[in-house]
């Protein structure tokens, strides 16, 4: 894993960056190299996190390939690198990784994993049942509740799967060709993975449905982000464009994009990758997962508080309609009791904590943007060593900083 941070106001950005690569989530070591200038007239530099390479080959080597075909002369924008190095991924002389068995064992790795998920979705429904069920029902009966729950589930994850979008450049007619090329071998993997009890053939028609419309639509754990930072020829602020790339479908590669600018409006931004949640509880003022277990637990004890009040208030009332009118009234008064506190919540971490920071990184030079990129990473790193897990962040920080003036300038390097 890898945990990065961009750090930028008017006057400049800072970029950095840990050490740790995992290997094969066994072997952390600490000596990789994620952030790399751009040489020459090119105010620019790239960080990459998540998965280290693409079909095999280094995003490292494939980033200094790309700087390679560049020229002198600089793009206008930040994006426009992005959309070139986009372009290089599609179209460039190196056979061995543009051919098409590169893309071909994606999509068969992604289909595999993809229907061993949905293996332990509907396994974990069925078990589920027989612990609830098993001393009390027939085995038949318990089957029948688990053909009808499961039949719900996919009936919602295929809705789901109808209502995304699909990502960039991708459309109905890349859906229709994937189905026709790996209809037969979808048949197989599920006939080879799923049991009896597990599995009725009137599913296979949907069940092919969500893994195609998956596997365009859905990003795996697998992706990579490549973090293009800095200036165009043409911008005189920082900006950030992030792209987020999972693979090749069609020959054509399955991406999406973010970014980040300093303009008129926006004059400071602190942008963690990767392990983020150590640097999100600094600027927040709370650890994201305390926040999650309040939230969850609210909305359970509003449930649990709406069941209790229409159970003693139920005898009050002469009709079930009423009964169910006055349960319906209750949760959205409790529904709307909660959406007023994670808006007061996220009020109160802006006004408190983020807002106080961002006005202090507004003001800052340079170099005291790489210092607080680089202590802040020390955050995580230092959660990290406390941690029973993996120290997935370590290692040296990389830091350094872009501005306007001077271009690219190694503020530490390992």
């Known amino acids: 894993m890898t945990a990065e941070i961009v750090v930028m106001n008017t006057g400049g950005i800072a970029l950095a960056s840990d050490s740790a690569v995992t290997i094969r989530e066994r072997k952390v070591y600490n000596s990789a190299d994620k952030l790399f200038p751009f040489s020459g007239n090119h105010t620019i530099a790239v960080m990459i996190y998540g998965s280290a390479s693409m079909f095999h080959v280094p995003w490292e080597t ?3 390939v790309y700087e390679n075909t560049l020229d002198s002369h600089a793009f206008d924008t930040v994006k426009e690198y992005m959309e070139d190095f986009l372009r290089f991924l599609n179209e460039n002389q190196y056979n061995q990784f543009m051919s098409e068995i590169n893309e071909e064992r994606y999509i068969e790795n992604t289909l595999y994993a993809n229907i061993t998920h949905l293996y332990h979705q509907l ?14 029902s027939l085995q038949d009966e318990i089957q029948e509740m688990y053909i ?12 789901t799967l109808e209502e995304k979008a699909f990502p960039n450049g991708f459309n109905e007619s890349d859906y ?8 037969k071998r979808i048949e197989e993997l599920i006939h080879g993975e799923f049991e009896h009890q597990l599995y009725i053939e009137e599913w296979l ?14 990003f795996s754990d697998n992706y990579s982000g490549i973090v293009f930072a800095g200036y165009g ?11 987020i790339v999972d693979g090749k479908i069609n020959h054509k590669t399955k991406y999406f994009t973010r970014k980040k600018t300093i303009n008129h409006s926006t004059h400071a931004v602190i942008l963690p990758f990767a392990q983020r949640d150590m640097i999100r509880s600094f600027l927040d003022g709370v650890h994201e997962g305390v926040e999650d277990f309040i939230s969850i637990v609210l909305k359970s004890e509003f449930h649990s508080l709406t069941d209790r009040l229409v159970d003693r208030l139920k005898d009050h009332f002469h009709e079930k309609v009423m009964v169910e009118e006055v349960e319906d009234e209750m949760a959205d008064a409790f529904k709307h009791v909660y959406n007023r506190y994670q808006k007061k919540l996220s009020s109160y971490k802006r006004e408190k904590f983020i807002d106080p920071i961002l006005d202090m990184v507004e003001s800052l030079p340079a170099k005291e943007l790489a210092h607080i990129a680089e202590s802040l990473l020390n955050i995580t790193s230092l959660k990290r060593k406390f941690s029973i897990a993996m120290e997935t962040v370590g ?3 990389d830091v350094a900083v872009i501005t306007k003036g001077d271009g690219f300038t ?3 390097k390992k």
């Open 233 to 243: 020829d043409k911008e005189i602020y920082p900006s950030v464009h992030v792209l």
């Open 410 to 412: 190694w503020v530490k």
């Open 62 to 64: 494939l980033i200094k």
């Open 205 to 218: 028609e949907g069940i092919k449905y969500m893994m195609v419309q998956s596997l365009v639509k859905e």
């Open 176 to 183: 229709e060709r994937l189905f026709e090329k790996y209809e």
């Open 395 to 397: 290692g040296p920080i």
């Open 148 to 159: 009808q729950q499961a039949e719900e589930f996919l009936n919602n994850r295929i809705q």
């Open 123 to 136: 396994s974990d429904i069925n078990k589920s049942l027989y612990s609830e069920y098993g001393e009390l």
